[in-house]
């Protein structure tokens, strides 16, 4: 393919202005991050005493060690036993003709359909029944099961026996050697899924209040708002409106645990306010007395 110069140098006028455009936010992370505290730059702007210092605090007051450790042990006890039986479910469905294999399967992926936001109050109390609120069985168990409709319909895709008139190349039976096969297609799912747990953060703030026992993004929510009087960008006195700029709000308890009562008092509570002022129409516009006559 002959590509002009015209369109040579376009395309490469086109690379550098979207890798400036994506290098440009972490560079100015990183000059941020080596400001004094209680500093708040303008903009590209290298101080002029870095404070190298300010990484190794953060190391220390967030407590990397325990994050990683944490996020480390939920992603071992989900992803090793979601490929399992990921695994194990899509070579049934894609292979055995067991009974009822043409409804479970369209149940699994009904399941894809289910948002975490819309099942995080029963699921709440049902970790709660199970006495294992506040440890990191309320992040690994049910993880195993929000994500086994995706992988199952991932593994039974890969794993499923060719058409006979398909060209692919076989080696053995077909059900010997679909699984060896899906190797690569297992291998991405096992980064999906660990990419989605170490990244968990809604399951996690809900349903375990020590941060320790967290996955890694959901302990910055309270570090953050903790943590204002000493990071750049913040000021030091309570009373300029700088200092809680940059605050995560903390949602109370009823507000984290029960959604869904709190939607139907707000409904109820607008219910109330229209039927409120239908009625004070009607008091002050009464309708006109029929004339008999």
């Known amino acids: 393919m002959i590509v002009g110069r015209r369109e040579a140098w376009t395309g490469w006028l086109f690379l550098v202005l979207l890798t400036a455009f994506t290098i440009v936010p972490f560079v100015s992370l990183f000059v941020t991050a080596l400001q004094p505290s209680g500093s708040c730059p303008s903009g590209l702007e290298w101080p002029s005493e870095p404070r190298w210092g300010n990484f190794a605090d953060t190391l220390r007051v ?148 020590d941060p320790a026992q967290r996955t890694w993004p959901a302990r910055w929510a309270p570090s953050r708002a903790s943590g204002a009087r000493t990071s750049p960008c913040r000021a030091r006195d309570p009373a300029d409106p700088r200092a809680h700029a940059h605050r995560v709000p903390h949602l109370p308890t009823p507000l984290r645990l029960r959604p869904a009562a709190g939607l139907s008092e707000g409904l109820t509570e607008r219910c109330r306010t229209t039927t409120a002022r239908r009625q004070d129409r009607r008091d002050r516009h009464p309708p006109h007395p029929v004339d008999p006559a």
């Open 62 to 209: 967030a407590h990397i060690g325990d994050l990683l450790w944490s996020s480390t042990l939920i992603v071992l006890g989900v992803v090793p036993v979601s490929l399992v039986l990921a695994t194990m479910a899509g070579f049934a469905l894609g292979h055995l003709r067991m009974a009822g294999r043409h409804l479970v399967f369209p149940m699994f992926v009904l399941g894809l359909t289910l948002p975490f936001e819309g099942i995080i109050t029963p699921l709440y109390y049902l970790v709660r029944d199970m006495d294992l609120l506040n440890t990191r069985w309320a992040i690994i168990l049910p993880l195993i099961g929000l994500f086994m409709p995706f992988a199952v319909y991932w593994t039974r895709a890969q794993t499923s026996p060719r058409p006979p008139n398909s060209t692919a190349p076989t080696c053995g039976s077909s059900s010997g050697a679909s699984v060896p096969l899906a190797a690569p297609a297992i291998s991405s799912l096992a980064i999906l899924l660990f990419l989605w747990t170490w990244n968990q953060f809604l399951l996690a703030i809900v349903l375990v209040d």
